[in-house]
């Protein structure tokens, strides 16, 4: 892996996006994982990619962080019939402080 996703702690209600590159013979398939699970587009969860000449990027983003239901642990994974590699990384929500 060229770059991996790193921890993030976020506020309820921002915008995360996680990404990955790799590079491999043939070109590695990234897949995204939570508790090892793929990810599928949601309204919650966005998954890009963009495959070049034997690398790819992908991009994973939550237009707005819910505490409860996106603060776990994730792990993206590279795949091609060489084999294949992950990577963990996990998203913290904090609740945003409010005035009454």
């Not at 996703?5 to 070109?27: N, Q, R, Y």
């Not at 409860?68 to 913290?92: H, P, R, T, W």
Request: glycine fraction near 4%; charged fraction near 25%.
């Amino acid at each position: 892996m060229l770059a991996t996703p790193k921890d993030i702690a976020a506020l309820e209600g921002t915008k995360v996006v996680f990404t990955c590159k790799v590079s491999g013979k043939p070109t590695p398939s990234i897949t995204w994982l939570r508790d090892n699970v793929p990810i599928i587009n949601s309204d919650h969860v966005k998954i890009s990619h963009k495959e070049g000449d034997r690398t790819a990027d992908s991009e994973m983003s939550m237009p707005k962080v819910v505490v409860d239901q996106e603060c776990l642990k994730y792990k993206v994974q590279a795949s091609n019939i060489a084999g294949n590699v992950a990577e963990k990384f996990s998203l913290a929500g904090k609740i945003r402080n409010t005035l009454i």
